[in-house]
């Protein structure tokens, strides 16, 4: 079983909608939860990090975070066909991930259709 | 301020051949990992430092491959003999501990292509 598991996709969603990126993890050590877009052929970069149980928010994006089902989601308001990128969930086991790695899941290629 | 640099961008070598990967982390960062990407397997990591001192190296897939740190400035990652089943791109990312909300930041990413 892979420490983080996402559906491949593609997700395909018309733009304005709300798309919707799901992820799981294994091991319940985990203390530290992050979102990375990656664009063809560029490196990944992080849109948002995520501790605590429950929603943050940052613009259109929205993480939410449930430890007990060992879950993490992100959701993008009003989908841009810029927004059009393979996302990838990563987790750490330092708090705050101060120090320590970060293990990816296969990511999920979003398509955000005019 | 420079963000992580690697080189060479793009490789193409022969099965047999040494390979040698360049990194140059942002200054000030204490952390230097390096990760492997393919489309079968996702980002891997391969090996990461801290304070020039590997840490955990148990992702490299076999005794092939090796990476140093010599300094907080410069790290490698090598490939002996290199086979077809490498090809893949490899990033080097680096952080810095003791922010919290610790972001990793990753280079551009070295293309290889092994024939």
């Known amino acids: 079983q892979k420490e983080v598991e996402q559906n491949s996709g593609p997700l395909s969603v018309p733009e304005g909608a709300i798309a919707s990126l799901n992820c799981t993890y294994s091991?319940?050590?985990?203390?530290?939860f992050f979102w990375y877009r990656q664009y063809s052929g560029k490196s990944p970069e992080l849109i948002m990090f995520i501790y605590s149980n429950g929603d943050k928010e940052d613009g259109r994006f929205t993480a939410q975070l449930n430890k007990a089902s060992q879950y993490v989601s992100l959701l993008i308001r009003d989908s841009q066909p810029s927004d059009s990128a393979t996302y990838l969930c990563?987790?750490?086991?330092?708090?705050?991930?101060?120090?320590?790695?970060?293990?990816f899941g296969q990511g999920t290629e979003l398509s955000v259709k005019p | 301020d420079a963000g992580v640099i690697q080189s060479p961008r793009h490789e193409v070598t022969e099965m047999g051949q040494e390979v040698t990967l360049r990194c140059k982390p942002i200054s000030g960062h204490d952390y230097l990992f390096w990760y492997r990407q393919t489309m079968m397997r996702g980002l891997e990591l391969l090996i990461y430092f801290n304070n020039n001192v590997p840490i955990d190296d148990s992702g490299m897939p076999e005794d092939r491959f090796s990476a140093k740190m010599p300094n907080a400035s410069f790290s490698t990652l090598k490939i002996q003999p290199s086979e077809p089943r490498d090809s893949a791109v490899y990033f080097c990312?680096?952080?810095?501990?003791?922010?919290?909300?610790?972001?990793?930041?990753f280079g551009e990413g070295s293309w290889l292509t092994v024939v």
């Open positions: 990563a987790v750490s086991f330092m708090i705050y991930n101060q120090g320590g790695k970060l293990i």
């Open positions: 091991d319940r050590g985990s203390q530290s």
């Open positions: 990312a680096s952080s810095f501990s003791l922010r919290t909300g610790n972001t990793i930041y």
